[in-house]
T-cell receptor, first 113, second 116 residues
Framework: GDSVTQMEGPVTLSEEAFLTINCTYT??????LFWYVQYPGEGLQLLLK?????DKGSNKGFEATYRKETTSFHLEKGSVQVSDSAVYFC????????????FGAGTTVTVRA | EAGVAQSPRYKIIEKRQSVAFWCNPI?????LYWYQQILGQGPKLLIQ????????DSQLPKDRFSAERLKGVDSTLKIQPAKLEDSAVYLC??????????????FGSGTQLSVL
């Protein structure tokens, strides 16, 4: 079945450091890929998404590119802030009209001032 | 707009007891999902509703879990009897059907269940 594997945490960084969180997937067909973020005490929020190969999703300085050849969707940010401290989840849905998400285990990111 | 509402926020019960969670989706969102998030893991889909009908409950442990969505709005998820391994956060999410998947799926803040 469909699955997502993401880099284990926790990850601790200093402010303005570069962040990358690796995510690879296994799926049949043409899944859509997502990054969700969960800030402390809050619900899951969509951070960015990509629905087809070579698409780049971006939001709040974060970027991820849908790489079909490597089945990857790595999350990057060039300069993190303390406010980026959160748990990040990579996820996929099987198709373009289906929200049955399969999530990775999550990566906890802590940014120190 | 108001978000997805869930209650209670926290619940502590002993094993073999029963528990129920409630979810009120965003107004107009016909599709509703229940996810289970065990500590250290990503959320796992339990059940999907379209209006008041079940679309997918293949991962719902039906010997102890049940869910309903009367009138196609609010939903309840019940566990009876609870086991220790049911300790998790139960997330409700809703979306507007017919929109492409790159539209947002909205999550509630969840109910944290501890089974002692």
């Amino acid at each position: 079945g469909d699955s997502v594997t993401q880099m284990e945490g926790p990850v601790t960084l200093s402010e303005e450091a570069f962040l990358t969180i690796n995510c690879t997937y296994t799926a049949t067909g043409y899944p859509s890929l997502f990054w969700y973020v969960q800030y402390p005490g809050e619900g899951l929020q969509l951070l960015l998404k990509a629905t087809k190969a070579d698409d780049k999703g971006s939001n709040k300085g974060f970027e991820a590119t849908y790489r079909k050849e490597t089945t990857s969707f790595h999350l990057e940010k060039g300069s993190v802030q303390v406010s980026d401290s959160a748990v990040y989840f990579c996820a996929l849905s099987p198709g373009s009209n289906d929200y049955k998400l399969s999530f990775g285990a999550g990566t906890t990111v802590t940014v120190r001032a | 707009e108001a978000g997805v509402a869930q209650s209670p926020r926290y619940k502590i019960i002993e094993k073999r007891q029963s528990v129920a969670f409630w979810c009120n989706p965003i107004s107009g969102h016909a599709t509703l999902y229940w996810y289970q998030q065990i500590l250290g893991q990503g959320p796992k889909l339990l059940i999907q509703f379209q209006n008041n009908g079940v679309v997918d409950d293949s991962q719902l442990p039906k010997d102890r879990f049940s869910a309903e969505r009367l009138k196609g709005v609010d939903s309840t998820l019940k566990i009876q009897p609870a086991k220790l391994e049911d300790s998790a956060v139960y997330l409700c999410a809703s979306s507007f059907p017919g929109l492409p998947v790159n539209e947002k799926l909205f999550f509630g803040s969840g109910t944290q269940l501890s089974v002692l």
